[in-house]
């Protein structure tokens, strides 16, 4: 397993705070309306991204000579690619960071096929599916450090999927918010209180 529990701590006092703050996060470049302009993409439309998605992927197991097995799904208005098997650590790489490119690389064979720009989900060996247990846990503790102090937490930079995670997971506690800051690559979540 990639990326630990100490990667996710809290910053401390030397943290960069010249970042400017946004609100709530979203991935850039995500597109939201559907070539039939209705604003959810059609499930049809979705499980064709899937099948691109996973044609794409198997060509790139053949090419670098590793096994595994295609789950294709849609979930949350998204088409979802899972590769599923032992060994698979160097499609992850190190906190994702390999898992998050092959992800770019997926989207773009979509876009080229399909014209349309893909909001599709990898994962590889369930490495996401860890990293939202992580990411909780991280979100609550920081969420009641902030419950407890009153002082904002700096969390650590973190890609994308990872700070939606996050923000999702304080958007149900009481008491404290998420705000987005930074640049990428080191765009970072801060949990302020409410």
């Known amino acids: 397993m990639t990326g630990s529990a100490p990667d996710l ?3 401390g ?5 010249d970042g400017p703050t946004a609100g709530a996060d979203t991935t850039a470049g995500e597109d939201t309306t559907s070539s039939n302009g209705s604003g959810e993409r059609r499930l049809a439309d979705l ?6 998605a996973a044609d794409y992927i198997e060509g790139l197991l053949d090419i670098v000579d ?3 097995d295609l789950d ?20 992850i790489g190190s906190g994702g960071e390999t898992l998050e490119a092959l992800q770019e690389l997926t989207r773009l064979a ?4 399909t014209g349309v720009r893909s909001r ?3 994962d590889v060996g ?3 599916a860890r990293r939202r247990i992580e990411l909780g846990k991280v979100a609550t503790n920081a969420a009641n450090r902030v419950a407890d102090t009153g002082e904002p937490q700096k969390l650590v930079a973190m890609t994308p999927f990872e700070r939606k995670v996050v923000h999702d997971v304080i958007a149900t506690i009481d008491g404290v918010r998420s705000e987005s800051e930074g640049e990428e690559p080191t765009r970072r979540v801060v949990v302020l209180p409410d």
């Open 9 to 11: 701590a809290v910053e």
């Open 13 to 17: 006092p030397e943290a960069n705070e």
């Open 47 to 52: 499980e064709q991204e899937g099948e691109i």
């Open 66 to 68: 590793m096994d595994g």
């Open 72 to 91: 294709l799904d849609v979930e949350g208005g998204r088409a979802v690619v899972a590769v599923v098997g032992d060994g698979l650590d160097k499609l």
């Open 110 to 113: 979509v876009l080229q096929k």
């Open 120 to 122: 599709l989900m990898l």
């Open 126 to 128: 369930g490495h996401r």
